[in-house]
């Protein structure tokens, strides 16, 4: 149970829906607020791990570390669990990364409606996978947006908004920490001012900029050396830590982690390498070439170029491209 509220603040009922890590600060949010959270909703315990056992989404974790009631459907189509969540008479609910579709019903229940943290500046990036989406794109910069759920796939009225810049060093881990706080903090402040009688103004979508952002495949994770050294940058970056960047170098599968593009021309074919020193390893692309300093052999752990070159001593026989 979350601690009261303050005097003289309007009580507040929530339940909350989340499941993967970046839902956790904003129910960690919604705790340290002053609502009341009624439950959580996550979705089923999943196998995981190489032993394939279940185990519980990180939401559910946190909400039974707090005393939280938990709901796990399997949907919320039916008019049984769409009863049981009328039950708990919320007067908001706040989905974040949930993973379920909310159907109509489901979004009329609450007295406020249904708020969503999502990890894009709307309408740009509505759907699975913003934070890839934006670095492989090479956009400058990104943010959170809560923002006031309707029927729609991310259409909704944006409530309050928090932006951040994409840095060249960000990845897919590093982007996905800072914008889980960044979306806590929006959070944290709408509810603040619902809690004090505020009403918040919704201001609708542009109609022009949108762009979805599709569910990451393994299947990306190839490198094609045939395209431009920074669009590999890119990819490596948004690919780590999930699902990773895949490529051939001098016959040997790797995992690339850690890349920079290059602006140097060159004559060679790409995929080949040009050079290769501690500093790392060279590879010509369609445009450019992709300096790679971190990588992993396979069933092998992420080592240094560095260091994959003393396994590797007859690439350094090349030198680094200029």
Not at 16 to 38: H, K, M, N, R
Not at 255 to 269: C, F, K, P, T
Not at 300 to 310: F, H, K, M, T, V
Request: hydrophobic fraction near 45%; proline fraction near 7%; glycine fraction near 10%.
């Amino acid at each position: 149970m979350s601690d009261q509220a303050p005097a003289g603040a309007k009580a507040l009922r929530v339940v909350f829906a989340g499941t993967p890590e970046f839902s956790v600060p904003c129910l960690e949010a919604c705790l340290a607020s002053g609502a009341e959270v009624a439950a959580a909703y996550t979705q089923p315990d999943r196998p995981a791990g190489r032993g394939r056992k279940l185990a519980p989404s990180p939401v559910k974790q946190a909400a039974l570390a707090a005393g939280i009631a938990v709901e796990q459907p399997e949907s919320l189509r039916s008019a049984e669990v769409q009863a049981a969540l009328a039950a708990y008479a919320p007067d908001l609910m706040v989905v974040v990364a949930y993973g379920l579709i909310l159907p109509r019903k489901v979004l009329a229940i609450p007295r406020l409606g249904c708020w969503n943290v999502h990890a894009s500046l709307l309408p740009r990036w509505r759907g699975a996978a913003p934070i890839q989406r934006a670095i492989l794109a090479g956009d400058a910069e990104t943010g959170v947006d809560l923002m006031q759920m309707e029927a729609g796939l991310d259409t909704g009225p944006v409530l309050l908004e928090r932006r951040t810049p994409i840095r060249r060093e960000d990845t897919g881990g590093s982007l996905h920490d800072r914008l889980a706080a960044l979306g806590a903090a929006a959070l944290a402040e709408g509810l603040a001012r619902v809690l004090a009688g505020a009403t918040l103004a919704a201001t609708p979508q542009a109609t022009e900029g949108v762009t979805y952002a599709h569910k990451l495949d393994k299947a990306e994770a190839r490198l094609d050396f045939n395209r431009a050294a920074i669009e590999l940058e890119r990819q490596v970056r948004a690919f780590d830590p999930w699902p990773g960047s895949d490529a051939e170098l001098a016959g040997e599968p790797l995992r690339i982690w850690v890349a920079r593009a290059l602006d140097s021309a060159h004559g060679a074919v790409p995929g080949s390498v040009l050079g290769a020193n501690r500093e790392g390893i060279d590879v010509a692309c369609g445009e450019g070439v992709l300096r790679i300093t971190a990588l992993q052999r396979a069933g092998g752990r992420r080592i240094s170029a560095g260091d994959y070159l003393n396994a590797r001593p007859e690439l350094r026989s090349h030198s680094p491209a200029r």
